[in-house]
């Protein structure tokens, strides 16, 4: 059994006891350990159920590679699923549960996916799903859903809050192993700006475990030594170091993420959960160690075989036996520690199988002499045991896996060597080198990831390098920080790195298959992707079948696909791969590297982005009064504007009705100030303007407006607006609310990149001002009543603008009608909007004034026959389809969009042109619906003819209109079109002139 | 006739910062060749100040300049002066090619004060804020989140900050989010 040891626990306080539910069962902790270790000390070493074929699982490692142990974590609003037990901090009242089976962890039905598991082979799903097709949808998926999958997706909204952090440095070390604590120092020591991060909660990484007694640097003890280290670096004011935040990803121009959990651990803390920092940094330094690789034998995966390493930070770390009697398999030098420190623990430790046969070094000896037997050349032929290891069979390494001696056992510690971590040296690029003698993929020095000198901005140090013993490590160390520095532009200290002791271990072994020569039934259950439930056997079988490239290969077994992104499975199955291919390792290559290092949580990418902050909404100045008069809010952009102002008891359609009638027959007001307006200044300002709009605005009169079209250098109608010339040299463009700061951008970047040397300056005034449109026939009444300044016809006819003051407002009023009524828009300064919409309600009730919103605005546009970008145009829309040849200067030389329009496809007599549209039944046509003509097209579908572009029910005519497009249209007046609606009906509509509406346009010229 | 009104009226909000609405702040844009000497002595004659550097900002006890783009200055002056001063410039610079707008409504501005000013600014913008790095003096257009924003320090532990009116709410709401009690970074 595992169990809580009397001794060890360097991280633990053992001095306060923690208490948390495991599937609602209690159990004890220590402060200090992590979930992990505090299920293995409560002997609860089932944690899971794999996902394919529901094999038990227990805990195999200690840190982020971790492929088992992932629980649910919390309840409700801060559930969250596929939390990894090995890097969850254990705080009072956590409650975890295991996922991934049914009805309970113990016993679960789908174990029966185990025993079939000859037909549950690689590309499984693929071959055999295929057939009936509907069958996918409505059998095959739902099952595999139900019985594949991890974690259950969260329900509830989460209660946590999250943020980002924008941080820049000169020099960013991942890693607080030795080997990022001493490549900060030397890079600091240049006086560089260092950010030092740790993803766990304690400093010193591996060697605290692995060193602490026998290995010593500058004389000292390695934990003294990290005391010190630790120390310094936290009292020099250039350097930022960082627990619990873990590199995980590195991109292009040094730009890294680094994810900090800030609360996990201290669940009922204020302030965020975790917090993404946002780094720039000119040089990063990846010291992010290795990870030990697991060795495929028959039964690898039955709780209770761990990773050789794990074992003994479970018992150095928290004073945690992971079993009484623990087996030791390895190809290397480094396991023998384990077996060392688990019999100094007072652990038994009946046997070490070592694959070599001439054994390992020093390390050797001392397990010899501390009684422990060594098997040379032996190999696991099978770990025996279903929910726990029971005991181990024993082989030779270099046979077909025959039994020569069975040891029963509750443990085994599995080393196949270690890989260095080169995830983050590989996102931006950081190329690999296959090193022959350690086994292993290291970074390539001379290809690192490259920035926009031309320089590698990443380097690695320590074990990550390659560099395998702590003598190496810390001069490796000490070299990047140094060179990190001189990159960034430093001076760095000439000083040694401080001298280490050195471990004299014997080489390794390469062991990718254990036996060798591993039968067909110990392959077959001999794992290389724990959490995917990949074999040896379903990497060979994809082999086979052609999967000669490891990224398919990688898809079709779904090996590295899980959410440990293969940490202990790639290297394995690419050898095997490789093996299988009858090609060198490094041939076969690695699959991609990519971000993030391990799974992060949404929340973090989100960052502050939720709530009342998840987009921003632009506000007018009379926003507040809208709300409260009962707008019903339609988004424009990021604008909302009232689509309509809804009395009580009232339904949105009947306010916009009553909206469009009580504006034709008495007087409305709209809030217009979001149609965007722009200030166009300088002696090249109307030659500016003639080359942007289709007609001549340079002709226009100081007080006077003229509406024009824009189009893309492609002729597309891209916005619409009335301009008014202010001055000789200054003109205001209004343009649409959308296109306020895409015309502006328009306009500079022609004035920057074309007409650099025309004399034109343009500002964006859109939000200086509440412009309210005053519209309807008794408009006129209302501003005369306010007075302050003469809006007769005569001194204000339609199209002129005029400055004065109404109300006492200083204002600028624009005779412009959008909605064929007596029309006055007036411009105010933003902070006097809501006063001056006060004083036109009060001072408008006696003449039965009432807020408009935009759906009001649409119906009598279209009313009208005007056309709204957008709804008329959709980017392939030209003017002239629209009719709008009025609005198309034929005296210019040049216009944007003018060379397109004359292209022949823009000539064409069968584009689909502007008609009014007239449903005989006086419905109303639905959106967007389709004109049919007669045949078909070469796809069977009927041809179609024409389409509508918009369709309301107009309270004015008491009928449906609607505009659309179609064939040959002001030629086919009076003809009847059809329109399949998908509503099953099909419309009909006449074809008829688009202005509905007062056409001679009386009532907006009085 | 009712005073006018800033966007926010004048909200604050105290977490591991205080952030406040500044009310109304007369704003003028300037665009023009910066190098002539009639548009330095016309920002010199309503400002009483010399033109900032590039990327810099200029203020005495009355109003600043601010640099925005090689061709463009933001005058702060007493909201209440703007015509008056727009009527010189436009004056001064009547032969000058240049423009000259009020954009004081078009705006909203806060402050953001306290020792953790920084780092609650550097949660909301791609800006190195670390001391020596960005101080007094110096002017940034930015976006914040997701939207246009530019800022300078009136000292050591207090920003300005000036967004579209528009969208005043939302940043009020950001500063308030990223200025959350236990929010502390200490970074800097």
Known sequence: MSTRLSTHGRLIDRSQTIKFTFNGKWMRGHPGDTLASALLANDQMLVGRSFKYHRPRGIVASGAEEPNALVNMGKGPTFEPNQRATTTELFDGLTATSQNHWPSLEFDVGEINASLSRFLPAGFYYKTFMYPRAFWKHVYEPFIRQSAGLGQAPKDRDADTYEHFYAFTDILVIGGGVAGLQAAKAAADSGAKVLLVEQSSAWGGRAMVDQVDSETVNDTPVDKFVEEITAELAAMPNVTMRLRMMGAGVYDHGYVLAYERLNDHQPDADGPRHRLWRIRAKQTITATGAIERPLSFAGNDVPGVMLASA??????????????????????????????????????????????????????????????????GRAIAKVKGSRRVTKVQICNQAGEGGVLDEVACDAVAMSGGWSPVVHLWSHCGGKLLWDEGHAMFRPDGDNPPRGASGEGFVRCAGIANGAMDLAAVI?????????????????????????????????????????????????????????????????????????????????????????????????????????????????????????????????????????????????????????????????????????AFVRPGESVEAAVMREVTNTRESIGLLDASTLGKLIVKGPDAGRFLDMLYTNMMSTLKPGRCRYGLMCTENGFLTDDGVVAR??????????????????????????????????????????????????????????????????????????????????????????????????????????DGQAFWDALMEAGSEFGIQPYGTECLHIMRAEKGFIMIGDETDGTVIPQDLGLDWAISKKKEDYLGKRAQERSHMTDPNRWKLVGLETVDGSVLPDGAYAVGPGKNANGQRNMIGRVTSTYHSPTLGRGIAMGLVQHGPDRMGEVLEFPGTDGKTYKAKIVSPIFYDPEGEKQNV | MSKPVSALNGAQ????????????????????????????????????????????????????????????????????????????????????????????????????????????????????????????????????????????????????????????????DLLTVAAQEGSEVNAF
């Open chain 1, 726 to 831: 202010i001055d000789e040299d200054t003109f205001l463009c209004h343009t649409t609310t959308g296109g306020a700061d895409r015309i502006h951008a328009h306009m500079e970047e022609w004035l920057q990149t074309e007409w650099w040397d025309w004399k034109v300056y343009v500002a964006n005034v859109t939000e200086q001002y509440a412009q309210v449109a005053v519209v309807g026939p008794k408009a006129r009444k209302l501003l005369e009543k306010l007075g302050g300044m003469d809006v007769s016809a005569d001194e204000l006819p339609f199209m002129g603008w005029a400055d004065g003051t109404i109300g006492g407002f200083a204002c600028r009023v624009y005779r412009i009608s959008f909605s064929g009524e007596l029309s006055f828009e007036i411009a105010v300064k933003a902070s």
């Open chain 1, 475 to 643: 001069a490796d160390a000490h070299e990047a920080g140094k060179a990190a520095a001189k990159e960034a532009g430093f001076t760095p200290k000439r000083s040694k790195a401080p001298a280490a002791t050195s471990r004299a271990d014997a080489a390794l072994l390469p062991v990718w298959l254990m036996p060798q020569g591993a039968k067909t039934e110990l392959r077959a259950k001999s794992w290389l992707d724990f959490q995917n439930d990949v074999k040896v056997t379903d990497v060979q079988l994809a082999a086979r079948e052609g999967f000669e490239s490891v990224e398919h290969t990688k898809r079709y077994t779904t090996l590295g696909m899980a959410t440990d992104q293969g940490k202990l499975s790639n290297i394995n199955g690419l050898a095997i791969l490789s093996d299988a291919l009858g090609q060198p390792i490094p041939a076969t290559g690695t699959t991609t590297f990519r971000p993030p290092y391990t799974p992060i949580s949404m929340g973090a990418i989100a960052g502050e982005a939720r709530g009342e902050v998840f987009q921003p909404i632009r506000r007018t100045p009379m926003h507040d009064w809208h709300d409260a008069n009962g707008a019903d809010w339609e988004p424009v952009g990021h604008w909302r504007r009232p689509y």
């Open chain 2, 13 to 172: 909000f105290h977490g591991i910062a205080e952030v406040r609405d500044l009310g109304l702040q007369g704003m003028i844009t300037l665009r023009g060749d910066l190098t002539k000497p009639k548009l330095k002595s016309a920002v010199k004659s309503v400002t009483g100040l010399a033109l900032p550097k590039t990327g810099g900002i200029l203020s005495d006890e009355t109003g600043s300049v601010a640099w925005m783009s090689p061709d463009e200055l933001l005058l702060l002056v007493p909201y209440a002066e703007v015509d008056a001063h727009l009527a010189t410039l436009q004056k001064d610079l009547a032969k000058e090619h240049s423009l000259a707008v009020n954009v004081s409504d078009a705006r909203a501005m806060f402050s953001l004060s306290g020792p953790k000013a920084r780092e609650v600014l550097a949660k909301l913008v791609p800006v190195d804020l670390s001391p020596g790095a960005f101080e007094p003096g110096m002017m940034r257009r930015t976006r914040m989140a997701q939207v246009a924003a530019a800022f300078w320090m009136m000292d050591e532990d207090t920003f300005h900050i000036i967004c579209f009116r528009s969208v005043a709410r939302y940043v009020f």
């Open chain 1, 311 to 376: 074992v003994r930070d479970y018992v150095v770390n928290f004073g945690v036996s992971p079993g009484d009697r623990t087996v030791i398999a390895t190809n290397n030098d480094d396991a023998y520690l384990t077996a060392i420190i688990l019999k100094k623990a007072g652990l038994d430790v009946p046997r070490i199988i070592d694959a070599r046969p001439e054994g390992g070094g020093a390390l050797m000896e001392e397990a010899k002499a501390l009684g422990i037997r060594v098997d040379l």
